[in-house]
């Protein structure tokens, strides 16, 4: 199999390829590709959560699960689950040079493997390319991307970016195809083995696209706090899965039942909203060693129509 980042490639090149249908830009900074795709719609903010999880999943649109909230939902399903979600999607990387900063995801993580979290899962790689997408409504600066290659293996000899906001159709998307992962991550902070993860599968309603920053920021998560719902495929003892799932939904942090937005103005900072927050409305449980099924949290449409439609 090639590595995560060969794969991720071949995607992003076909972006590339057909940029004028998706309606994206190319340009390239410092040495390196880089894929603007603020202005692009449904189709490249599929092709970028397809990035984001180097290839490892299949991302669609399917109508929305709430009949009052009209529009799609994404659907995100993988069978490397922990390849795709924690090596690759999960926005890990804070990148930070003089006064640029944006949230790193995509298999370039896997390359650098400078976080905590791949002594635990592994997945790190050495691949002739590197690519990585930046949420940020901002090219990538020189400085930016020496921070990045800093941090990658001399092995790597092409790096390519792609850029979102929040607030855009593409970025929106992709954030919203983050449900398994969030999921993902939620049980590795709960110390399971997410390695007995087999296969995954969530859906999360789009939101409408906000151009308040903060806004834009909070629909998209609360369409996986309080809409998402995901299935894990796991092989492990019962018992694990009776105790720890209760504490795997969004409704089991004590910052849940209060759109983003809300949690924001009353904190004043991310990071002092519960990070146990940050996971799907409901979690079902599909144990293959013995063929038992566990569900645990709610789906909360009426929150939903509060974040989305301010009602």
Request: charged share 20%; proline share 7%.
């Amino acid at each position: 199999m090639r590595t995560l980042n060969e794969q991720a490639w071949a995607v992003a090149e076909a972006m590339a390829a057909n940029s004028e249908r998706l309606r994206i830009g190319v340009s390239t900074v410092a040495g390196t590709h880089v894929l603007d795709c603020a202005s692009g719609g449904l189709d490249a903010g599929l092709a970028l959560a397809r990035v984001c999880l180097a290839d490892l999943a299949t991302v669609s649109l399917v109508p929305s699960p709430f009949p009052d909230l009209p529009g799609p939902a994404i659907q995100v399903s993988t069978d490397h689950a922990v390849r795709a979600c924690l090596a690759s999607q999960y926005a890990g990387w804070q990148v930070k040079a003089d006064k640029y900063f944006a949230m790193g995801s995509g298999p370039m993580r896997a390359a650098s493997a400078c976080e905590a979290i791949f002594h635990d899962i592994g997945c790190q790689e050495s691949p002739p390319c590197a690519v990585g997408v930046l949420e940020t409504n901002k090219a990538p600066t020189p400085e930016a991307i020496a921070a990045i290659v800093e941090k990658l293996p001399t092995c790597v000899e092409r790096l390519t970016l792609l850029t979102a906001p929040a607030a855009s159709l593409a970025g929106a998307v992709q954030v919203v195809a983050r449900s398994v992962e969030t999921a993902l991550h939620k049980l590795h902070e709960l110390k399971f083995d997410v390695n007995r993860v087999k296969g995954g599968y969530g859906v999360a309603p789009l939101p409408p696209v906000a151009k308040d920053d903060l806004q834009a920021i909070g629909r998209p998560n609360d369409a996986i706090l309080y809409g998402a719902r995901v299935t894990l495929w796991v092989d492990c003892d019962d018992t694990l899965l009776e105790s720890i799932g209760p504490r795997v939904p969004s409704s089991a942090s004590k910052d849940h039942g209060a759109p983003f937005a809300e949690l924001f103005a009353r904190y004043g900072n991310f990071y002092d909203i519960d990070p146990m927050l940050f996971s799907p409305a409901e979690v079902t449980f599909v144990n293959l060693a013995t063929g038992r099924a566990f569900r645990f949290g709610t789906l909360e449409p009426s929150l939903l129509r509060k974040s989305f439609f301010g009602k």
